[in-house]
């Protein structure tokens, strides 16, 4: 038995019902997406321009969705 005694005013704020469906994730989860099948693509046939294309819109997709979470168009970190 533990001997720590929530209350409710202790308790955290209830998390947001988006379940991730922001705009930032959305640009996040499609770049990286069309970018690994780029990498795939380059990779399978092979040809290093994919291969090097894929990974930069990878990296940008990151990129894109971390400025888009901190304009406010992604999920509340807390």
């Keep these: 038995m533990s001997s ?12 947001p019902h988006n379940h991730g469906r922001t705009t930032a994730a959305w640009v996040s989860n499609v770049g990286i997406a069309v970018g690994a099948v780029l990498v795939g693509f380059g990779i399978a046939i092979p040809n290093h321009v994919f291969t090097w294309i894929g990974g930069g819109l990878i990296l940008l997709s990151l990129a894109a969705g971390a400025a888009l979470r901190a304009l406010g168009h992604g999920q509340a970190l807390g």
């Design 4 to 15: 720590i005694e929530i209350e409710p005013h202790n308790l955290p704020d209830e998390a």
